[in-house]
């Protein structure tokens, strides 16, 4: 049990340590065309969130409805950023965007990681998975999988920066 624990803890140190190597250079497109990268992402005033999704993912979608929901109300006690990461590869891109629009995610900022680097680089192998940094770009939480109340726990931890 303690070697599975501690494999388990390398894992995810590694995949902090790739993405802080790694990741933060990757490109990746902007639902309005454009381009930027999570190193982009720290601002040192506001905390974000990272959320790895995919179109046919019926808990990544269950999720982003939770969070959009609140979403407005959470601003108003602590603001933090959402950027929603989409795995769809080019293929896809249309219809993620089409999604995105009937959805009514108001208030996420969506990219799009058609080649996988990004989600290469922090080591995503299971959708939704979710990262919460602090306002310098310090990972302080992540969660992998989804089922209802997870969306609270992800605010107290974002209260709690």
């Excluded at 990746?28 to 179109?55: C, H, I, N, R």
């Excluded at 808990?59 to 959009?68: H, I, N, Q």
């Excluded at 939704?128 to 990972?139: M, N």
């Amino acid at each position: 049990m303690r070697r599975i624990l501690s494999l388990l803890c390398l894992a995810l140190c590694a995949g902090s340590l790739a993405f802080a190597q790694n990741g933060s250079k990757v490109e990746l497109q902007t639902l309005d065309g454009g381009k930027t990268t999570p190193a982009e992402w720290v601002d040192g005033q506001t905390p974000y969130v990272v959320s790895f999704w995919f179109v046919r993912c019926r808990f990544c979608l269950e999720e982003m409805d939770a969070v959009s929901e609140v979403f407005e109300e959470w601003q108003e006690e602590k603001p933090f950023r959402f950027y929603a990461v989409c795995t769809d590869d080019s293929r896809s891109l249309a219809r993620a965007k089409a999604l995105i629009k009937s959805r009514g995610w108001d208030g996420f900022r969506f990219v799009f990681d058609v080649n996988r680097e990004l989600t290469r680089a922090m080591n995503v192998t299971s959708c939704p998975y979710v990262f919460l940094y602090d306002k310098d770009g310090k990972l302080v939480y992540s969660h992998l999988g989804y089922t209802p109340g997870d969306e609270e726990i992800l605010f107290e931890k974002i209260k709690a920066l």
